[in-house]
């Protein structure tokens, strides 16, 4: 605010001077920002504090009386899958499998046991991989090297750690172009093949590495101890060129063999470090949740271990803090970052819990900044969303990952075993405030998050002393942040939303600034804070923001205020009062921004009489925020030297020349936004004329915004498009009485007598409407609505011309008068065709030469479309979205429910209305709309439900077009089985299954027919008629047989896929039904598929012993060959699992299970593989061969005295056999029944009388020897039988 008191004339050094002294007030407000210890209400380091259970910690919008419902701290940019390559590598996984990433070279890393692979996570390209070690990795860090030590084409070095040793390997980088430097990990990435160095890690497990910016690396290990390893050029006196050292117990430890060096803390792993570079402080966090401080050094090349504190302290003295608040908040901690001292002066770390309680620490009492860290102590405990006693946020659960830096926090936190949700909780939308407040906002992730960081330029940041600023402060030169997460499925990256990123997106989804979002915008950020936000946008000179700038400067100019005039003293007046008339003529110039030498006072003509009057200006918001938006602008060089002193070397001795301290880059990008702004201001200076009535709806006029129309143009226009041009003007004339709620009826009449043509009598019929639907809108009554309607809908009946019908039901539909649309659209589609022309087009086939019929066809079709727009409308509004929130746009209590918007009950009773509505018509042609909507909407269950007489026509002449026909048979059998036309349901479906072509496959086919046999069957109980009899029988037999072809066609799947032949036999099987000939002949003969030929011969009833038993020793023989490379063991089980179910299947169809040849044979084969001798009778008793029938069998071949047994030269074979056999029965007696034993032992003993009497008349051997001696003792067991 400034005072006025004269006139007086001003040089240009005063104006200077002037603008000066406001760019150094804009700076010195923007240096006001909180300290963070002082923003959490911490005065010293042993008064701590806590936060989060007031509201204002995170303040609700709407509740705070600004209308946005949740301005979004994060959007997401992209997600890229992770490289295809890597895909199969998970395949090959045996041991371990890690993810993680490099973010000073952008890109992530995936460990596969003892593989590395390194790729760029914004593309997925540039995949790199080492594959030079023995063992798995355990950890993995990207490192800056030692300077002095590597050659300089070596960047960066990749530190390995595995069970055995730690591996350090030189990366490079390639440069595609001169303009990019190769230390941003631009172009390709390289990994030396060969490791500069590698010591063992003496079986020490290295969790996880740390690299300093002055190439330290330190190393947590499992064992709780910290490690570093130091590596130089060379060898020294007391120190190798690379080491291992243990910060945990002694400097010297490398000098102590591994088994004596150990830490006497019990196991507790260190998991995370954390590095201060700003302050050099180490901070490592163990499993158990204890925290450790290391000194660095002020140098940052020492070490002294100065503080650790177990969890439980930690817990204790939060609950001290936060008496109110559950101690299981507390713990566990999964997450520690360190502040630097461009976050913080006084808080130097924070601690993140399971819970997303954040627990700030401090090494050093307040104000003892340039000191050593001596301690860790807790200072605040700051609880996340949720804990405030109104609130209805959820509060963050299982978080398992965090990040926080520069007042941003990022949770990760389970929801399902598969997915986490990402929270985001930032201050960037409270800037310059006294306490710590913050906005929040959630995101769903797909998949379980492994790793998380931010991209960063990979530039060493500048040490400061001082916090850095607000965003709001630097968002105009500094990019967004971006952060990447990533998980098995690829890369999600984020960018964090600055206060300018919010504004824009606003103004993009509200589509301007006429919104009461963008207006709440300025609520928030105050007028000055958000008018320089929107100069960033308004200033922008690139293509694409342009909307967006014009919609950012109609923002500044609508909310960004005007100045004011205030007086002090007293006026000499006549009665002592301030007078309008005292303001005289000139009055205040009505500018935006004030004329040269405001800032000083001056006195203003029209007060000279009076001496003690002074009249203050308080500049308006948009005057004050170019002024912020320019010092911004100039702040980097603002207050410091833009020179300094370069000494060089001559002749003459040494000269200082003046060099400049700011780039070329900086300089220019500041130039360009002083530029942008500049002209902004001279551009729009001409057009703002002060301030209007209301808010402005526009950009200021300007005349060159208008394209010159030269006056051969205007006359064309006027003679070409007047009549149009007049409508138009009727239209708008109309329109606006409408929305002033004013009747029409008077402006209508006069219309109708002044341009008649122009303004027909449907003309003002359809008004009249329109105005019936405009107070139906706002109607409360319910029944005067449904009047209202009613007689609209009745006055656009009436109409003669044709309607815009897509614009009257979208009338219709804004005030819920669905059944309305129905009636108006069934109506004039008759009225459009009065002839029917359309429906016997229809059912003539639709010949493309009926032009008449086709156009009337194609008019109803239009009528249609609207009712089943609005259907489909009804079906999506009828669905609840549970994911969409219902947040107030407000603040206040609760507003008002909205009359015309839908609830999802409101959307179904409408959608029946409408479907009730519609099948009570008799309008044939819409009832086949109708049903095409259904079938194109995948309602197929819905229109099952529809019971008229056109839905059977409909479904058989679709049925006829080949492209839908299945899709129409499938309905037309379910329609008549609905109906319980069983017997046409069944041939329906018999001739689904019979239909050619491959838009139906065999297992398909089957299905087809096993519902049509159970149709046919329900047919055949209601009306038993020889007919359907024979029908049944048909459909039976098809059954058998399709179920043969489909033991065909999985016989055929398993033959070798690359023969052609196989491929078209499996395609045409496919295609149709086919008969047992046709089955055994192209099929099962042509592809020797015995077991096939076996089934197809049983069906068929055909019987020739040759062939069936040709056919099983194909079948045995195949299955032998088949297991050539088994063992004997695993030969005779695979030979049962294939020969026991076909076994069963034919046994009791003696002519095609013959049993003797069956025996013989396999005995036969199991003779040549050597196999046991008990194989073959067990089989045969698994399949249900009678144990009697079995022995006799055995017997009449072994009697048979086959040359083969002599050939083979083992003449005893079967008698082994028989003598298991027999051996086998007595063991499991329960095989025989019992009224049969007798006998059957009589009969076996008789048998083994005739064996042992075989036996004495052979050779002796002892192998014959053996088997006598074993049927004797047989013979003694079966007579106690």
Known sequence: MSSFMGTPQFSYQDWLENAARQVDKQLQDDRSYQELSDQLKVPVHNQPSLSGLNELDYPSLPEAGISIENLCEISNVKRVPLPPELVEQFERMQCNCMMGLFPTIERAWLTIDSDIFVWRYEDGT???YFDGLNETILSAALVKPKPGIFQPHIQYLLCLATPVDIVLLGVSFSKPYHDVTADSGSGEMHLLPEPLFSIPTDNTYIVSIKGAPNGRIFMAGKDGCLYELAYQADDGWFSRKCRKINHSTSTLSFLVPSFLN???????PLLQLSLDDSRNILYACTEKGTIQVFDLGQDGKGMSRVASIPLNNVVHSASLIARTVERSNFKPIVHISALTKSESTNIHLVAITKTGVRLYFTTNPFGNNKGRPSMLTLVHVRLPPGFSASTVVHKPQNVHMAYHKKGTLLLVASQTEDNDLLWTISNDSFPFQGQLMEAHSTIPIDGRTWAMCEVTSGETSVTVDKPDPPSVVTQHSESPRQFVLLSAQGSHIFSKMRPVDQLRQLLIDFQGPDAEEVKAFFRLHKIEQACSTCLILACSRIAADQQVATWATMAFFMYGGEPQLHFTGTPMGTDGRMMPSNLGAMGLHQTSTPAPGMGHPYFHPAMTPGPNITQEIAFSGKHNGICLYLARILRSIWENNVTMDYPCQSTQGVTNYLTSRI?????????ENVRGLSDFVEFNSRFDTGPSEGMMSQVPFSPHMMGHIDEQGRKKLQGNHQASMCGALITC??????DDNATIDAISSRLREVCPSLYSSDDATCSKANELLQAAKINKNQNEKMTQLNEALKLYKEVSQPLQLPVVCTQFALVHYYTGIVDLCLTLAKKRDPQNLALHFYRSGEPQEDIQGMTAYMTRMECYNCITDTLAYLLSASVSHPHAPSVPKSPGPPP??????MTTHDAEKHKEEVFRMSLKSDDELFHVALYDWFFNANLTEKLLEVQTPFIEPYLKRKATCSSEAIGALDMLWKYYEKCRNFSAAARILSRLAERLGTDVNLQQRIEYLSRAIMCAKS???????????????ELEEKMEVARLQLQVQRALSKLPSNILDV????????????????????????????????????????YDGALIENLWQNIIDKEIEATINMNPGLRTTNLQNKLLPIGRLYIKSDRYFPIAFLVKHLEQRSCDLDLNTRWVFL???DIGVPPSKLLEIYDRLFKSRDPYWQQVQKPLRLLEVLHDLLSHICENRAIIPAYERRSFTTMCLDFVSNYLVELQTMRSTPQQAAVVSHFKRLQAQLERF
């Open 126 to 128: 540039d995949l790199a």
């Open 262 to 268: 150990f830490s006497f803390s019990e196991d507790d």
């Open 663 to 671: 780039n070329g880059d900086d300089l220019n990008k500041i130039l």
């Open 733 to 738: 004339l109309i329109n606006r009485y409408l």
């Open 896 to 901: 008002q429910p909205d009359p015309n918007r």
């Open 1019 to 1033: 047919s055949s109980t209601r009306t038993s008629s020889a007919v359907e009899g024979e029908f049944l029988h």
């Open 1063 to 1102: 491929q078209y036999a499996l395609t045409s099987l496919d295609s149709e039904l086919m008969d047992l000939t046709r089955l055994y002949e192209d099929f099962a003969d042509r592809f020797d598929l015995s077991e096939c030929k076996l089934a197809i011969v049983h069906c068929a009833g055909l």
């Open 1179 to 1181: 089989l045969m008793l």
